[in-house]
Nanobody, 118 residues
Framework: QVQLEESGGGLVQPGGSLRLSCATS????????MGWYRQAPGKQRDMVAV???????NYANSVMGRFSISRDNTKNTVYLQMNSLKPEDTAVYYC????????????WGQGTQVTVSE
């Protein structure tokens, strides 16, 4: 069983930055595809960014050039650096973990709130 714990959310003004962290339990972190998803009130949960076991990344169009996902296999942690934040980035952000061969996400974190407002 893999447990994910997010941290780093909060309230930030438009144009500001935040860095989310997701610490992962267990010894298989390096073998998992890690990602960040977000869900705004009344909307579906959408992919924000993903990083594979080889370090390849993929981003939603809405965050490309502003957000950066990275992983540290020595710390079993994945990060999401968010710059130039906009009010429309406001959502609960969830960390995810998936075995490379799986179709669906295998593990979710509990979520952390990010609010972008004056």
């Amino acid at each position: 069983q893999v447990q994910l714990e997010e941290s780093g959310g909060g309230l930030v003004q438009p144009g500001g930055s935040l860095r989310l962290s997701c610490a992962t339990s267990g010894s298989i972190f390096s073998r998992l595809t890690m990602g960040w998803y977000r869900q705004a009130p009344g909307k579906q949960r959408d992919m924000v960014a993903v990083v594979t076991t080889t370090g390849s990344t993929n981003y939603a169009n809405s965050v490309m050039g502003r957000f950066s996902i990275s992983r540290d296999n020595t710390k079993n942690t994945v990060y999401l650096q968010m710059n130039s934040l906009k009010p429309e980035d406001t959502a609960v952000y969830y960390c995810s973990a998936k075995y490379p061969w799986a179709t669906n996400i295998n593990y979710w974190g509990q979520g952390t709130q990010v609010t972008v407002s004056e």
